[in-house]
């Protein structure tokens, strides 16, 4: 049996030679890694970065929406347009109808006929007077013994009853349309009483209310008998005109054939004259009446065109709030109509950056349909003061959260960008 030799207490056995080179290498490599990553990071905070040429913002596309109202009280008997519809600038888009305001236009119509009659009639009158002066001053001649004179008288005496025989006709006319006037104004007054007798009925007004327009509809109907009565009467005054420039007629002839010498006094002359002033002031006021009367008739047919509601610009109908038939008031909205060649994105852009933009800046606004074709565009408004601002501001770190509202005008729409759309722009910093 082979026996093994004992070894030292003392003796330990070699460990491999490539364990310490290793500990000491790892050591050394991980503060070097270390620290070149310290300095690239130092190298890119440190070192300029370059200038931003734009300024993103994100926001939706929006429009001036202009309201079409009614601009006085009625009804709608027509709108011409509707949603989605196209309109153009002074094109009619609605219509309003009142019975009462046709009534009262024709009763405004009779009233300026009426007057023009009073100063047709004065002006006649002047005439009148006229040659009743020139009759009185040949009379004074024929005083004097101008047998001349005389004929001319008789002339004169012609050409007065001619004259009033025109008078007469005219007050004939003037008397027709008076009656005419009056039966407009007993029209009105009995559309006025079957009125209040259905509001009567309906308890909407009282029975003394009925009452009054009752007895205004008897009045107007006895004004029209009045003024019947007024005509026959100026139509026999025409007759007796008649019968009197028949008798100057044949008083000329006699003073052609015979020398008359009536007595003449100059006290007539006088009193033709003043006639004749009374007549001036009488077509003054005449001319006043026509010009008072017309003015109640232009502000008839002024509210009568204002029923005929127009676009005042060219757009779309966006809403249409009312129908033919419903019973409006004054400045009720008819139709909303948007100009799509005016629309613009509305953004917002941090507090931080908005001492870079100014009003005028360039910029191009993206829709989703085509994010590679820009609309060219410009800032046309900046807000005075921010948005989602704190009440109270007490650090550095709340100044960021302050954003100011942007509206960017697109230059040329083209039909693309439509209100309501969703979309993105870009401020250029630099041009």
């Known amino acids: 049996m082979a026996h093994t030799l004992p070894q030292p207490a003392d003796h330990v056995p070699d460990a491999p030679s490539q364990k310490p080179s290793q500990k000491s290498k790892r050591v050394l490599i991980i503060p070097a890694v270390f620290a070149i990553v310290g300095i690239g990071f130092a190298?890119?905070?440190?070192?300029?970065?370059?200038?931003?040429?734009?300024?993103?913002?994100?926001?939706?596309?929006e429009a001036d929406e202009t309201d079409i109202g009614a601009k006085t009280a009625g009804r709608i008997s027509a709108i011409n347009f509707r949603e989605g519809d196209e309109v153009q600038k002074d094109q009619v888009v609605a219509q309003l109808i009142d019975e009462e305001v046709n009534e009262q236009l024709r009763a405004a119509e009779a009233q300026v006929a009426a007057a023009r009659q009073e100063e047709q009639q004065a002006r006649l009158e002047i005439t009148v007077a006229e040659s009743r002066i020139q009759?009185?001053?040949?009379?004074?001649?024929?005083?004097q013994g101008d047998s001349r004179g005389r004929i001319d008288q008789a002339t004169s005496n012609v050409s007065a009853a001619k004259a009033q025989l025109a008078q007469s006709e005219a007050q004939v006319k003037q008397a027709e349309a008076q009656v005419k006037e009056a039966r407009s104004r007993a029209k009105l007054a009995a559309s006025d009483r079957d009125r209040y007798a259905r509001l009567v009925t309906q308890g909407a007004v009282n029975r003394q209310q009925f009452d009054q327009a009752q007895m205004n509809f008897e009045t107007a109907q006895a004004g029209v008998e009045t003024a019947i009565a007024t005509l026959q009467a100026r139509e026999e005054a025409v007759n007796a005109a008649r019968d009197q420039l028949n008798?100057?007629?044949?008083?000329?002839?006699?003073?052609?054939?015979?020398?008359?010498?009536?007595?003449?006094?100059?006290?007539?002359?006088?009193?033709?004259?003043?006639?004749?002033?009374q007549a001036q002031?009488?077509?003054?006021?005449?001319?006043?009446?026509?010009?008072?009367?017309?003015?109640?008739?232009?502000?008839?047919?002024?509210?009568?065109?204002?029923?005929?509601?127009?676009?005042p610009i060219r757009g779309v109908v966006t809403a249409r709030p009312v129908?033919?038939?419903?019973?409006?008031a004054t400045g009720k909205t008819l139709l909303t109509v948007v100009d799509l060649n005016t629309v613009y994105l509305r953004g917002y852009i941090p507090g931080s950056s908005i001492g870079k933009i100014r009003v005028g800046q360039r910029a191009q606004v993206f829709l989703d349909s085509a994010p590679k074709e820009p609309l060219s565009a410009r800032v046309a408004a900046i807000d005075p003061k921010a948005s989602f601002t704190p009440e109270n501001i007490y650090f550095r770190d709340d100044r960021v959260k302050q954003v100011f509202g942007v509206k960017i005008a697109i230059d040329d729409p083209a039909g693309f960008a439509k209100p309501g759309m969703p979309a993105d722009g870009e401020i250029l910093l630099k041009e």
């Open 43 to 61: 190298t890119w905070h440190f070192l300029p970065k370059p200038e931003a040429t734009t300024l993103p913002l994100s926001g939706r596309i």
């Open 281 to 311: 002031a009488k077509l003054a006021a005449a001319q006043a009446k026509v010009k008072n009367a017309l003015a109640n008739q232009q502000q008839i047919q002024k509210r009568l065109d204002s029923f005929v509601v127009k676009s």
């Open 323 to 328: 129908e033919p038939g419903a019973v409006v």
């Open 247 to 277: 008798a100057a007629q044949g008083g000329l002839t006699q003073t052609e054939t015979t020398e008359l010498n009536p007595e003449i006094r100059g006290a007539q002359l006088a009193g033709l004259q003043q006639q004749r002033q």
């Open 135 to 143: 009759e009185a001053q040949l009379n004074v001649q024929q005083s």
